[in-house]
């Protein structure tokens, strides 16, 4: 079956723009979770949502970032005002209740 | 805080040996366990789940568990240069308020010499 998806898969931005990274998780499955993993470095965790309940944003770096997910499927990572530092690799993932999570193959964002 | 601790290696193994990935994590309340492949430049490739003690084997990979320990380990058996890749531990608990995150390490990353 069709696994995670994830547009676009390389993005490259200019400091102080707005970006938007789309995942779609595999059908069924009611978590979602986003990740972030910097050159070389381990997972850091940005935000899980779980069906209709109110996400976990605890991971978000600052305000500049947030995430919607939209009838329990698709879900958008919106990043503001973009800085350098937010260069990386990030993921998105699903589960069909908690435990094992199928990773997407991620966008590579690049900011300038 | 949960930590799951593993060394960054590199481990290097030449190929048709074992390779031995290790894993220690903090948190007793953890019950489930996961080794995740990632090759250079793709996404985590969940390869083995774990769950009870004792060993769990799939093809040439056997992974390892003991909680008394809490400890998590990954056996290679006949390595082969396409296995060169980072492996990645990870934890899940069923204790506190955050019991759907996983928690990751950092990962291993294991080459494997022809």
């Known amino acids: 079956g069709a696994g995670v998806s994830q547009s676009p898969s390389n993005k490259v931005t200019e400091k102080g723009k707005d970006v938007e990274l789309r995942c779609d998780p595999i059908?069924?499955?009611?978590?979602l979770y986003w990740y972030r993993q910097s050159l070389g470095q381990g997972l850091e965790f940005l935000i899980y949502?779980?069906?209709?309940?109110?996400?976990?944003k605890s991971g978000l770096p600052s305000d500049r970032f947030s995430a919607e997910r939209t009838g329990g499927s698709v879900s958008t990572l919106t990043i503001q005002r973009t800085q350098q530092e937010d260069s990386a690799v990030y993921l998105c993932?699903?589960?069909?209740?908690?435990?094992?999570?199928?990773f997407g193959p991620g966008t590579r964002l690049t900011v300038l | 805080q949960k930590e799951v601790e593993q060394n960054s290696g590199p481990l290097s193994v030449p190929e048709g040996a074992i390779a031995s990935l290790n894993c220690t994590y903090s948190?007793?309340?953890?019950?489930?366990f996961f080794w995740y492949r990632q090759y250079s430049g793709k996404s985590p490739e969940l390869i083995m789940s774990?769950?009870?003690?004792g060993d769990k084997e799939d093809g040439r990979f056997t992974a390892q568990l003991n909680k008394a320990s809490q400890y998590v380990s990954l056996l290679i058996r006949d390595s082969q240069p396409s296995d060169s890749a980072t492996y990645l531990c990870a934890a899940h608990s069923n204790s506190g308020g955050s019991n759907y995150k996983l928690t990751f390490g950092k990962g291993t990353l294991l080459t494997v010499n022809p």
């Open positions: 949502f779980q069906g209709n309940s109110a996400p976990d």
């Open positions: 059908s069924g499955h009611t978590a």
């Open positions: 993932a699903s589960s069909p209740w908690i435990n094992e999570q199928f």
């Open positions: 774990i769950y009870s003690n």
């Open positions: 948190d007793r309340g953890s019950q489930s």
